[in-house]
């Protein structure tokens, strides 16, 4: 059984999310999805505050890319 996280990362990746988080980093924690800055040193404050607001929970940053934008995945 997938957890809340999980479901809501294949969520985002699906390609039927919010316009609003295309082409963005973005970082759920406590099941919420929360848009990280472009700027790094601001994105490093937004995540120590969640991660002190929520000090049970793992963060997981990914990447939500455009509709239309493939990502080329290699196995070997």
């Known amino acids: 059984m997938k957890t ?6 294949t969520s985002l990746l699906s390609g039927r999310t919010a316009k609003k988080y295309e ?4 970082v759920t ?3 919420k999805v929360y848009i ?3 700027d790094d040193k601001k ?3 937004v995540l120590n505050k969640l991660i ?10 990914t990447f939500v ?3 239309g934008t493939y990502i080329l995945i290699l196995n070997r």
Do not use: F, N
Request: hydrophobic share 20%; no cysteine; aromatic share 4%.
């Open 4 to 9: 809340q996280e999980e479901k809501i990362i």
């Open 23 to 26: 082409g963005r980093q973005v």
């Open 29 to 31: 924690m406590g099941g």
């Open 36 to 38: 990280l800055p472009y």
């Open 43 to 45: 994105s490093k404050d």
């Open 52 to 61: 002190s607001k929520h000090p049970k929970a793992t963060p997981t940053i």
């Open 65 to 67: 890319p455009k509709h």
